[in-house]
C-alpha cells in the first residue's frame, strides 16, 4: 500500500516525501496526480538528474530514500521503475511561462541556478491549469485535478503525519520480514513434514509387506506349529477342570491330537524336535483324563446303590451327557473300560433285582378270585339239584369264571403306566389274575426298555450290539426270572381259561410294543412267557372237556321209562349251554385279531366237539319224543348263538356259521 503513495498514486494526496528546507526551493506549482506521468521522474536513481532544476517539485533524495526504504529485504522482489512520455522540454516551458531572461548574466544566472525568497510568493497565473496540464497542451487532454496547490505551512503541520506514516512502514516491513520468517520457516517445517510422511509411506508399505509375507508364514506353518504344540488352557482344563461340555471338547481335541500324532510317528520316518517332545506330553494327558474319567464313573456308580434313588435320572444327567468318557476310556483303556462296565452291571443287577423285588411283594398282596377244578363247564352231579348246590358254593368273593364281561377293557386301556408299589399295598379290591401280571409286565417292559436304551446309547460303538444283549440280559436275567416266577405262581393253580388267555394277548401287545421300541433283547422273555402260559392254557381247556366227557358219561344211557320221568325232562337249554355260550364268547372277542395257527381254535374244536356230545347224549333222555328231543337241541343251539352274535373277527365267523347250520338243522325238525 505504501508503495503506491510513493509512486505517487491517487491516495497520495499529502505529497510524496517531507520537504527539505535548505537544499531545495519550493515551487508553487500544484502537484501532478500520478507520479508514473511526472516528466520530473525519469527513474528511481539515488543521483540528480542532469536536467534538474532548482523548480523541480520531486526531490530525488527523498524519492531514493523512500525507495531505499521500500527495497529492505522483506521477501518482495518488486522493483518500481517509470518511464517518462515524450513531453516537450520543461526548461522551455519554464522559460515561455516565465518571460525572457533579464539584462544582466549575473542576474540569469542566479535566478537560474536559486530561488530567492521572494520567488515564494509569486503568483503566476497559469490560467487555472497546472503544470503538467501546461506541459501536455498538445497532447490528449486530462480530466481537471480536483487538487490545489499545497503550500510549506501545510507540509509542516501534516510533517508528523508523515512521520507516522514512516513509523507505521518500517513497523510494516517488520511485520513483514517477520511473516516472511514465518513463511519461510513453515515452508521448511512442511518440506520436513513431506519427508516425514514420505518416510511413513515407505515404512507402512514395508510393514504391510512384511505383513503380508507373515500371514503367507502362518497361514502355511500355523497347522503344523498347532499340530506340535498344546496350549496351557488345555492342559489347566484337562488336570483340573470340571467335568462338563467344555471338558468334553477338550478331551476329544486331546483324542484327536493324540490320534494324529501316532498316525505320524507310524508313518513318517522323519521326526522333529518338538514331535518328540509333543508325544510324551500327550501320553501324560491322555493318563490324567482316563484317570479322571475313572472317578466319575466310579462316583455315579455309587450313586445308584443310594436308597430311594432314581436310576434313570442318573443315566440321563450324567452318564449319557457324557458317553465320549466311555468311548475314550475303552479306546485308550480297554481294561479298565471292561472293569468300568462290569461294575456297571453288577450294580444295576442288583438295583433291578432289588427294585422288582420289592414290587413283586407289593403285588403279591393283591386279593384274587381263586377258580379251581369246581370251575370247569361240566363240573356237576347228575342231578340238578346236586348242581344247583354245588353252584352255591362259593370260594371267596363272587366271581364268574366264564363270562368275560368289562375284563376286556384291560387290553383296551390306553394308559400304560404300571400300579405303583404303594398302590397296590393300599388296593383291597379282589382282581382277576391278569392285573397282577399285566403290572408286573409292565413295569418289567418299560424298565428295560430304558436300560436296553441306555446301553444302546452310552456303551456304543465301544460295545457292539451282541455285546450290550449280553450285557442286557446279565443285568435283567435275576429279574426275568422273577417275573416268570410271578406268572407261574399266578396261573399254575389256576383253572381260569379267560384269565390265561387274557395274560397271553397282554403279552403278546407288550411284545408288539417292544417291537415298535427297537428292543429285541426282550424277546426272550417274552417268548419264555408264552411257553408258560400256552400250555397251562391248552391244560385248562382239556380239563374243561374232561368235565363235560365226566358229564356226558354220567348221563343214562337209556331213555326215562315212566312217563313221570319223561314229563319232568324240559326242552329249556342246559346249564352247561350257558357256560359254554360264555366261554366260547369270551375266547372269540380275546381272539378277534387272532391267526389260523393259534393253539385257541384247535382247543375250541375239541371243547365244541365234547359240547356238542353232551347235548346229543342228554337229547336221548327223551326217548320216543323226537319233537322235544329236537326242540331242546335247537334251544341249545340259539342261545350259544345268541351269546356269541356280537363277536367279530375270522373265528367268530367260522363259529357263528356252524352254529347256525345246527339251529337251521334242529329247527325243521323241532
Known amino acids: 500500500m505504501w508503495l503506491d503513495r510513493l509512486a505517487g498514486g491517487p491516495a497520495s494526496t499529502s505529497g510524496s516525501s517531507t520537504p527539505q528546507p535548505g537544499s531545495r526551493s519550493y515551487s508553487p506549482l500544484p502537484r501532478r496526480t500520478s507520479s508514473a506521468l511526472s516528466p520530473y521522474v525519469t527513474s528511481q536513481r539515488s543521483g540528480h538528474s542532469p536536467r534538474s532544476s532548482s523548480l523541480s517539485l520531486v526531490s530525488n533524495d527523498s524519492s531514493a530514500s523512500l525507495l531505499s526504504a521500500s527495497r529492505r529485504p522483506n521477501g518482495s522482489g518488486l522493483r518500481q521503475s517509470t518511464t517518462a512520455p515524450d513531453v516537450p522540454n520543461s526548461l522551455e516551458t519554464l522559460e515561455t511561462l516565465i518571460g525572457p531572461k533579464t539584462n544582466g548574466q549575473g542576474d540569469g544566472d542566479k535566478q537560474t541556478g536559486s530561488m530567492v525568497e521572494g520567488d515564494i510568493d509569486f503568483d503566476v497565473d497559469f490560467g487555472g491549469l497546472s503544470l503538467k496540464e501546461l506541459a501536455s497542451q498538445g497532447q490528449e487532454p486530462h480530466p481537471p485535478s480536483s487538487r490545489r496547490p499545497q503550500i510549506f505551512d501545510e507540509y509542516e503541520r501534516e510533517k508528523s503525519k508523515f512521520e507516522d506514516l514512516h513509523q507505521s512502514i518500517v513497523a510494516c516491513d517488520d511485520v513483514l520480514n517477520s511473516v516472511e520468517t514465518n513463511l519461510a520457516s513453515f515452508r521448511n517445517d512442511l518440506a520436513a513434514v513431506s519427508t516425514d510422511i514420505e518416510s511413513l509411506q515407505s515404512r507402512s508399505t514395508a510393514l504391510n509387506r512384511r505383513l503380508d509375507n507373515r500371514k503367507e508364514v502362518e497361514k502355511a506353518l500355523g497347522p503344523l506349529v498347532e499340530e506340535l504344540s498344546v496350549s496351557p488352557e488345555i492342559i489347566s482344563k484337562i488336570s483340573t477342570g470340571p467335568i462338563d461340555e467344555t471338558w468334553i471338547k477338550t478331551l476329544s481335541e486331546v483324542d484327536r491330537r493324540a490320534r494324529a500324532h501316532k498316525k505320524e510317528a507310524s508313518s513318517s520316518s522323519l521326526h522333529s524336535k518338538a514331535s518328540e517332545e509333543l508325544g510324551p506330553l500327550l501320553e501324560k494327558l491322555t493318563f490324567k483324563a482316563t484317570e479322571r474319567i475313572r472317578d466319575f464313573l466310579v462316583a455315579q456308580i455309587k450313586a445308584l446303590r443310594s436308597p430311594h434313588i432314581n436310576a434313570q435320572i442318573i443315566q440321563q444327567q450324567c452318564f449319557l451327557k457324557f458317553k465320549e468318557l466311555y468311548s475314550f476310556l475303552h479306546k485308550h483303556h480297554a481294561t479298565l473300560a471292561q472293569e468300568i462296565s462290569l461294575a456297571y452291571m453288577n450294580t444295576m443287577r442288583w438295583y433291578y433285582l432289588n427294585r422288582f423285588s420289592r414290587y413283586e411283594k407289593a403285588l403279591a398282596k393283591v386279593k384274587l378270585h381263586v377258580l379251581d377244578k369246581s370251575d370247569t363247564l361240566g363240573h356237576e352231579d347228575t342231578t340238578r339239584v346236586a348242581a344247583m348246590l354245588s353252584s352255591a358254593r362259593l370260594a371267596g368273593p363272587p366271581h364268574d369264571a366264564f363270562n368275560l364281561g368289562r375284563r376286556i377293557d384291560l387290553l383296551k386301556a390306553k394308559n400304560q403306566s404300571a400300579l405303583p408299589s404303594y398302590l397296590a399295598e393300599e388296593d383291597r379290591t379282589t382282581h382277576y389274575l391278569e392285573v397282577p401280571f399285566r403290572n408286573m409286565n409292565l413295569a418289567l417292559m418299560d424298565n428295560a426298555t430304558a436300560e436296553y436304551t441306555f446301553l444302546a446309547s452310552f456303551f456304543y460303538p465301544a460295545l457292539s450290539f451282541s ?129 389260523d395257527d393259534e393253539p385257541v381254535n384247535a382247543s375250541l374244536q375239541r371243547l365244541r366237539s365234547e359240547f356238542e356230545a353232551f347235548l346229543n347224549r342228554q337229547s336221548q333222555s327223551y326217548g320216543t319224543d323226537n319233537r322235544k328231543s329236537e326242540r331242546f337241541l335247537y334251544n341249545n343251539f340259539s342261545l350259544v348263538l345268541t351269546i356269541v352274535g356280537d363277536t367279530e373277527g375270522k373265528l367268530a365267523a367260522e363259529q357263528r356259521e356252524h352254529f347256525e347250520q345246527l339251529k337251521a338243522a334242529h329247527q325243521d325238525k323241532s
Not at 485 to 492: E, K, N, P, Q, W
Not at 579 to 587: A, D, E, I, S, W
Request: with cysteine.
Open 467 to 595: 455285546q450290550i444283549s449280553k450285557s442286557f440280559n446279565y443285568v435283567f436275567e435275576p429279574t426275568f426270572e422273577l417275573g416268570r416266577t410271578l406268572s407261574r405262581t399266578l396261573v399254575g393253580e389256576s383253572f381260569d381259561a379267560l384269565g390265561i388267555l387274557m395274560c397271553i394277548r397282554l403279552n403278546q401287545q407288550f411284545a408288539f410294543e417292544l417291537q415298535r421300541r427297537r428292543v429285541p433283547a426282550v424277546d426272550g422273555y417274552i417268548n419264555s412267557t408264552n411257553m408258560l402260559l400256552w400250555p397251562r392254557l391248552q391244560v385248562v381247556m382239556d380239563r374243561h372237556c374232561e368235565s363235560i366227557r365226566q358229564l356226558t358219561y354220567s348221563l343214562p344211557g337209556k331213555p326215562a321209562r315212566s312217563a313221570g320221568d319223561q314229563s319232568k325232562l324240559t326242552a329249556a337249554p342246559h346249564m352247561v349251554t350257558q357256560r359254554f355260550g360264555q366261554l366260547l364268547h369270551g375266547f372269540l372277542a380275546l381272539s378277534a385279531e387272532a391267526g
